[in-house]
């Protein structure tokens, strides 16, 4: 770093299947004086529609701090259940299309999972605030159904989270159990022949109140713009939670989710797609597999345990944790990368197997109190993080199959079983400790926000040829520190400083075969935040500077990679209001993102953002919405070539009477076939998503 910057279910499975879920704050305390307030979503307001898009008088539990957005000096994004139905997202990546600074789709339409690029890097994506992912391709992806809403914690973060990626935390928070009982059955019908079911109850089990449950069930029967690829799930997701006292709240939770599938992405040929074909242009719905053989299927059984614990009137314990266990079978083809179409439009195709699982147990306990000392506020958390996760990877093959196939007419049937060594490879397993300590304090109307973490991990690798295993420690120290200056008016300017850390496995594949370095990096960021005290007008302004050292990328030895630098700065603003029966949000990001050696910009990365969304209410009952996303330009490897910007059009229309809600959302509505990504000039290429439409219902009773 520069030295310079610095399916049917009744209510007797609940008890079968009990659950977790973190719990609401503490009941104000009496003398409101003497205690720092604690900051809480506020209860639900007479007028729903008021509730769907302005989130910044929330906490959001990604930040491990009972403080609300507009009282954090870092930028956060809180996207909530509302807001995704609105705009039609079916899954995190549509849901984050419209959040400012994130870069949501960039390798297109993907089953696999959810690509979003917060601040132009990767961010590390969490559920309920214990990180999803250890490794690649092996886990299922968090179904929306099954989330209240996803937060955004944009910059490295380290400080709370240990192994943290620099571009931030993407936390999908789930659905836990309700005082308030509720009963929803949630219908949908779209192109692709999407058929989807869901049921979402809630309640008291007892008079009480003193036993909550919530029952959230999904099946879904559904195509996708790429032929013969399917995005079928059953998901059953049971809580029960426990509030003995004001005190004491224990949740468990239990998640099943199934997802039978086939990958998307094809990884069509440049020839055809970015540049003119034998053929003409390669239409977006062409699948280079084989149906019946070709599946991604992955599978997800998960405990957790949620305990928010009173101990004094100044202190209590929090604690999440989970017990996970994934598994994913790939069976797939693609287009051989960097082997253009003959004239015919024949092909090579890549062969590729792989089944995988991981078991992981992950923990997050911590002491929470708040305190007065003279004329300042505090509220302190001293906390250890731990997770165990071992991943493994067998019936291993990835090579050229002796069956080609044509591009523009494909014939299928051609398997190429002897290309399959079924390899057993290495296992990986990492276990990590943190100890972190957080304190928020206020003085008037200043805001000191600070963190410092410390971290002990061990990454192995377990050899399947049964050479030694090997083992890579490394530890590190992380902080954070924020300053914020409230003014009366609602204008709140702020400054941060925060730090981020990731180990690599593996080595280099240079001639000394060394390990990989960790990953490191620093944020500055600087921006202003503003809420009216009406709460009808929401605007927030960053500007940010992020230098990363030791980026893992394909380096030019045979086999290895390289370690190198990026540098990335750029500002983002977001807007937010309700004017009567209108409500309006609009964003815009532009950032320089480069690769700080050859100063060529990085791949897969649109340095210019911008999304509007308006919606109106008709009348009581009937409501529309209009948006408008701009993505800009981006580039592959080496910085070219360089994609065409794309602006995308989407819309919706509802309609409520009595216990009914009726949606009809359409994304993409000129149905745009764009590329959203190339590897390099003349290698691959991948489609952005195109035209759907889906009408849903939900019933409430």
Same mark, same amino acid.
């Given at each position: ?39 809480? &979503? ?26 609300? &957005? ?192 086939? &990958? ?82 024949? &092909? ?354």
């Amino acid at each position: 770093m520069h030295s310079h910057r610095i399916n049917a279910i009744t209510l007797a499975l609940i008890l079968a299947f009990p659950s977790a879920s973190v719990f609401a704050e503490e009941p104000a305390k009496k003398n409101a004086a003497e205690t720092l307030p604690e900051v809480s &979503v506020k209860a639900e307001k007479n007028n729903k529609k008021k509730d769907r898009f302005i989130t910044q008088e929330e906490s959001a539990s990604v930040a491990k701090s009972p403080v609300s &957005v507009q009282d954090s000096p870092q930028s956060i994004t809180v996207v909530d259940v509302e807001q995704m139905r609105e705009m039609g997202a079916l899954n995190i990546q549509e849901a984050l299309t419209y959040s400012s600074g994130v870069y949501a789709g960039a390798f297109g339409f993907d089953t696999r999972g959810d690509s979003v690029s917060v601040r132009g890097l990767d961010p590390s994506m969490f559920v309920d605030g214990l990180r999803n992912l250890y490794g690649s391709y092996n886990n299922t992806r968090p179904d929306i159904y099954t989330l209240e809403r996803i937060e955004v914690l944009k910059g490295p973060s380290s400080v709370l989270y240990g192994q943290s990626d620099l571009g931030g935390i993407v936390n999908a928070v789930t659905k836990k159990p309700k005082k308030e009982a509720s009963k929803e059955i949630n219908l949908q019908y779209g192109m692709y022949d999407r058929k989807q079911i869901g049921l979402d109850f809630t309640g008291p089990i007892t008079a009480d109140g003193e036993w909550l449950y919530r029952v959230v069930a999904l099946k879904r029967d559904s195509g996708t713009q790429v032929d013969h690829v399917s995005d079928d799930a059953v998901i059953f997701m049971p809580s029960v939670t426990w509030q003995p006292s004001d005190k004491t709240s224990i949740t468990m939770q239990y998640l099943h989710q199934e997802v039978e599938s086939q &990958v998307s992405a094809q990884f069509l040929p440049a020839q055809g797609t970015l540049l003119p074909g034998p053929q003409g242009r390669v239409s977006s719905s062409t699948f280079v597999g084989e149906p019946g053989w070709d599946r991604y299927n992955t599978k997800k059984d998960e405990v957790a345990l949620f305990v928010d614990q009173g101990l004094t009137e100044h202190l209590k314990l929090v604690a999440n944790l989970k017990q996970s266990w994934s598994s994913s079978v790939t069976r797939e083809h693609w287009a051989r990368i960097g082997v253009p179409p003959d004239a015919a439009g024949n &092909v090579q195709r890549s062969i590729h197997t792989a089944d995988r699982s991981t078991e992981v147990f992950a923990s997050d306990i911590r002491l929470q109190g708040d305190f007065v000392l003279g004329p300042t506020k505090h509220l302190v958390s001293l906390g250890m993080d731990y997770q165990d996760a071992l991943w493994k990877e067998g019936n291993y093959t990835f090579a050229t199959s002796a069956f080609g196939i044509n591009l523009y007419n494909p014939i299928y049937g051609q398997v190429d079983y002897a290309a399959l060594s079924n390899a057993d490879r290495d296992d990986n397993k990492i276990v990590q400790t943190g100890f972190y300590l957080s304190e928020h304090m206020e003085w008037g109307p200043w805001i000191v926000s600070a963190a410092l973490r410390r971290d002990h991990a061990k990454n192995s690798v377990l050899k399947a040829d049964g050479s030694p295993d090997t083992d890579v420690r490394n530890s590190a120290t992380t902080g954070r520190i924020g300053l914020m200056y409230r003014f009366d008016n609602g204008i709140s300017p702020y400054i941060n400083y925060s730090e981020a850390f990731v180990p690599n496995l593996g080595t280099d594949g240079s001639a000394t075969n060394s390990y990989l370095k960790p990953t490191e990096g620093e944020q500055r960021e600087a921006g202003i935040k503003y809420l009216a005290n009406s709460g009808n007008t929401a605007i927030n302004f960053a500007w940010f500077e992020i230098e990363q050292l030791n980026r893992v990328v394909q380096g030019n030895t045979p086999r290895g990679v390289q370690q190198i630098g990026a540098f990335i700065q750029g500002w983002e603003i977001d807007a937010r209001q309700r004017i009567g029966d209108w409500e309006l949000l609009g964003n815009y990001t532009r950032m320089n993102a480069n690769d700080e050696a050859s100063k060529t910009r990085l791949p897969y990365v649109a340095e210019k953002l911008g999304s509007a969304w308006v919606q109106y209410y008709i009348t009581p009952n009937i409501r529309a919405g209009v948006g408008t996303r701009y993505l800009g330009t981006n580039v592959g490897f080496g910085g070219s070539p360089e994609l065409p910007s794309v602006t995308l059009f989407d819309a919706m229309v509802g309609y409520n009477i009595q216990q009914w809600d009726i949606r009809l959302t359409v994304r993409n509505i000129a149905d745009k076939e764009f590329l959203s990504w190339c590897r390099s000039a003349g290698t691959d290429c991948g489609f952005g998503e195109r035209q759907n439409a889906v009408l849903s219902a939900n019933y409430k009773f």
